[in-house]
């Protein structure tokens, strides 16, 4: 995720988030594993307009259970206490801004079904149910099929059709 002010934050194959100044540079650590939780690899990080906080995917392997979206801060030291999980889910979420007002809207993934959460900036809390926007939409791994932009409009591809596994010996 690239913000206003240049500061990249991107995921890793192992590990927590990595920040690095798109003018070049060195990377340094913005989020770190928490083992209490089993956390495996945080992912997917979305800026929220105010360019210091970020949504993230938090993918625990061993104890699913522990997956979600939760909120980063630029701000704060790697290894500090985050906020409690905003999302239980096993899939990247994307923060899309409102119209003039200091709520946006957190679109996730869940069960194949995508939703849209409004999400108050100023207290960096959800708020409401959540409303289901598409079903059925893919995903793979950590990722939902799906991409959100700044003007109302968004795209999500629906899963794969279902494959059938089938043996052959070598004459077929």
């Known amino acids: ?54 949504l993230y995917l938090s993918v625990s392997r061993t104890a699913p259970e522990n997956s979600g979206v939760y909120l980063g801060s630029l701000d704060e030291e790697p290894g500090a206490r985050r906020p409690d999980r905003l999302l239980a889910t096993g899939f990247g979420a994307a923060y899309v801004r409102g119209k003039g007002a200091s709520t946006g809207h957190v679109v ?34 950590d990722g939902g099929f799906f991409a959100v932009s700044q003007n109302d409009v968004i795209a999500f591809r629906a899963p794969d059709k279902e494959f ?8 077929g």
């Open 164 to 171: 059938r596994l089938t043996w052959f010996d070598r004459r």
């Open 1 to 54: 995720s690239w913000n206003a002010d240049d500061v990249i934050v991107v995921g890793q194959p192992t590990g927590g988030l990595l920040r690095c100044p798109a003018a070049g540079g060195a990377a340094s650590e913005v989020t770190r594993l928490d083992a209490t939780k089993s956390e495996s690899v945080h992912l997917l990080p979305s800026f929220l307009p105010d360019r210091r906080h970020f």
């Open 108 to 141: 996730f993934l869940q069960d194949q079904t995508l939703f849209a959460q409004e999400f108050d900036e100023r207290s960096l809390q959800l708020r409401g149910q959540p409303v289901s926007l598409a079903h059925p939409v893919g995903s793979f791994l």
